[in-house]
């Protein structure tokens, strides 16, 4: 016998930044402040990243590219990797990312690849609280997700392979 089984996403949008409560708003403030940050001469695709962590620190990121293209990395890989350095194991509560173009405009908000969401679940994972993720372009909606492990459903978990 094969059963159907099925997996729902449940996620949230507001139309425009204000309709976030004050905390968020300053997120996607500072994720949309870090796209001009961004070193991406290649895709000349802009993404900002910002963090905000348990002991209340924001910490950034913007995405780095390189000549030799898989050497660069992405904007929420940069925060996170900088954010767990400098507050080892102190709880990621939310992310924001965002994402510009000086030579296109994005049609709608920014979603981080799968490394970039496996890499945030394996920081998620090792914390007792969710982390949010408020995803958006220059302006307009948001999209927002509760948790990263919405985002990888199958997901590998590192710790797995503990005995
Ligand atoms: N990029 C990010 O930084 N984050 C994302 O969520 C999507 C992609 C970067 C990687 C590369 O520098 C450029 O955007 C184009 O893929």
């Known amino acids: 016998m094969m059963k159907k089984q099925e997996i729902t996403l449940r996620y949230f949008e507001v139309e425009d930044i204000r309709d976030l409560p004050d905390d968020e708003q300053e997120l996607v403030k500072a994720a949309r402040e870090m796209t001009k940050k961004a070193y991406a001469p290649y895709s000349s695709f802009h993404v900002g990243a910002a963090i905000l962590l ?16 898989p050497s660069g990395l992405c904007a929420e890989r940069v925060a996170a990797f900088a954010a767990s350095s400098m507050f080892p194991r102190v709880a990621m509560t939310k992310i924001a990312v965002s994402a510009n173009s000086p030579e296109f405009r994005l049609e709608s908000p920014v979603s981080p690849c799968g490394a970039c969401r496996q890499v945030l679940l394996e920081y998620e994972a090792s914390q007792q609280l969710p982390m949010k993720m408020l995803l958006s372009k220059e ?7 509760e948790k990263i492990r919405d985002m990888l459903p199958f997901s590998f978990i590192g710790s797995k392979l503990k005995k």
């Open 54 to 69: 348990k002991n209340g620190e924001i910490v950034r990121g913007s995405n780095q590219e390189n000549g030799a293209y």
């Open 139 to 145: 302006d307009g909606k948001i999209i927002i997700v």
